[in-house]
T-cell receptor, first 112, second 114 residues
Framework: QKEVEQDPGPLSVPEGAIVSLNCTYS??????FMWYRQYSRKGPELLMYTYSSGNKEDGRFTAQVDKSSKYISLFIRDSQPSDSATYLCAMSDSFGNEKLTFGTGTRLTIIP | SAVISQKPSRDICQRGTSLTIQCQVD?????MFWYRQQPGQSLTLIAT?????????ESGFVIDKFPISRPNLTFSTLTVSNMSPEDSSIYLC???????????FGNGTRLTVT
């Protein structure tokens, strides 16, 4: 079993829809959770960074962490075609630990 | 955040040859990291490169296959040696701003080995 599981998709939704992207994990030591967005032929770009359980909002993006369920989510409101990309979840067990454990990524397409 | 430039952006190489990938950062950073992104797989850390010391390799990666240099605080190279088709992947350089923030990545080097 992988430490981090992420549905690879692909996921296609119409423009304006709410998108929910999810990861589950098995290591209860993980405390720092990140979401990266990766456009084709580009490197991963950090979107959201959260610590422990709870929600964090940034514009149209909301990151949610449920440590009791070992489950994290990224919600995208009012999705735009420019949101079409692969979304990677990542996590680590300590602050400043650059050895991140990544999910495989979910490929998202927003249909105009 | 730091601007990370990688060269080459892509290459097609023959089996048995070696390729050196360069990573340049626009500011001084203590640690630089090399990741591999294989098709359909998650990003995997290859090694951590500190200036002035030997790189630290993760399990499954060895110096003979992936030698790394870190001559100063803004530059690193990763060499993929004696390549086989299984080495076809995207290789990514990354840095953590101040060493206590999440990683930022370069655009990667897309390597195809024939």
């Amino acid at each position: 079993q992988k430490e981090v599981e992420q549905d690879p998709g692909p996921l296609s939704v119409p423009e304006g829809a709410i998108v929910s992207l999810n990861c589950t994990y098995s290591n209860s030591a993980f405390q720092y959770f990140m979401w990266y967005r990766q456009y084709s032929r580009k490197g991963p770009e950090l979107l959201m960074y959260t610590y422990s359980s709870g929600n964090k909002e940034d514009g149209r993006f909301t990151a949610q962490v449920d440590k009791s369920s070992k489950y994290i989510s990224l919600f995208i409101r009012d999705s735009q075609p420019s949101d079409s990309a692969t979304y990677l979840c990542a996590m680590s067990d300590s602050f400043g630990n650059e050895k991140l454990t990544f999910g495989t990524g979910t490929r998202l397409t927003i249909i105009p | 955040s730091a601007v990370i430039s990688q060269k080459p952006s892509r290459d097609i190489c023959q089996r048995g040859t070696s390729l050196t990938i360069q990573c340049q950062v626009d500011s001084q950073v203590t640690m630089m990291f090399w990741y591999r992104q294989q098709p359909g797989q998650s990003l995997t850390l290859i090694a951590t490169a500190n200036q002035g010391s030997e790189a630290t390799y993760e399990s499954g990666f060895v110096i003979d296959k992936f030698p790394i240099s870190r001559p100063n605080l803004t530059f690193s190279t990763l060499t993929v040696s004696n390549m086989s088709p299984e080495d076809s992947s995207i290789y990514l350089c990354s840095v953590g701003p101040g060493g206590n923030s999440p990683l930022h990545f370069g655009n990667g080097t897309r390597l195809t080995v024939t």
